[in-house]
């Protein structure tokens, strides 16, 4: 049986350490967000404890919906200010992310933890605007250091799609052109020379 190679196999799936800021930062956030906005809302009472772990599961469910938009979100902060420098381009991201994201995630636990009545704008402002300047540290976080982390990442496992294809074709070719010596083919093509030579012979 062909021996398939090592690379090719480990380049075919993404590694645990390309996902892994993935599956950390995520509930992450939430868990900072929901208890921030939590706090704010409901204090340190008996209570908080509840709302928090329905916030907590609230926010991360929305979050990465949410953090799917930076992309779109930076192509368009380009596409209208495109001329000013990559910083604060992407400066103006950071600011306009936190507040989309800030206002959807507030809405979220606000929805979850309180009914629909007068009261819910008033609770939705106190969670929003006592968590918006860690959801500004967050966006900083997010457009300066873990985006560009994470498409270097992504960039790196798609080059390496092609050479792992390329192995694994060469692997499955290689042994499907491989045949024991003394075989049936390698038989048929010593008597079709055979016969070529004897042919050339008595022409």
């Not at 900072?32 to 609230?58: D, K, N, Y």
């Not at 936190?98 to 939705?124: K, Q």
């Amino acid at each position: 049986m062909p021996s398939r190679s090592p690379n090719a196999v480990s380049g075919s799936r993404p590694s645990l350490r390309a996902i892994l800021p993935d599956l950390v930062l995520l509930p992450s956030i939430a868990l900072l967000l929901s208890c921030i906005m939590t706090w704010a809302q409901v204090g340190f009472t008996p209570e908080f404890l509840a709302r928090w772990g329905r916030g907590f599961l609230t926010t991360l469910v929305v979050l990465p919906c949410i953090l799917a938009c930076l992309g779109a979100v930076e192509k368009l902060v380009d596409q209208v200010i495109g001329g000013l420098h990559w910083a604060a381009r992407k400066l103006v991201v950071a600011v306009v992310s936190a507040c989309i994201f800030e206002t959807v995630i507030a809405l979220a636990v606000t929805a979850v933890g309180h009914p629909l009545d007068a009261s819910f704008a008033g609770n939705w402002w106190l969670a929003f605007s006592r968590s918006l300047p860690a959801g500004l540290l967050i966006g900083l976080f997010m457009c300066f250091y873990m985006k560009p982390r994470m498409d270097r990442m992504r960039q790196a496992a798609r080059a390496r799609q092609p050479v792992a294809r390329r192995l694994n074709r060469r692997a499955r070719d290689g042994g499907q052109r491989r045949l024991p010596s003394g075989g049936a083919a390698h038989s048929t093509r010593r008597l079709m020379a055979w016969a070529a030579r004897v042919s050339m012979l008595v022409s």
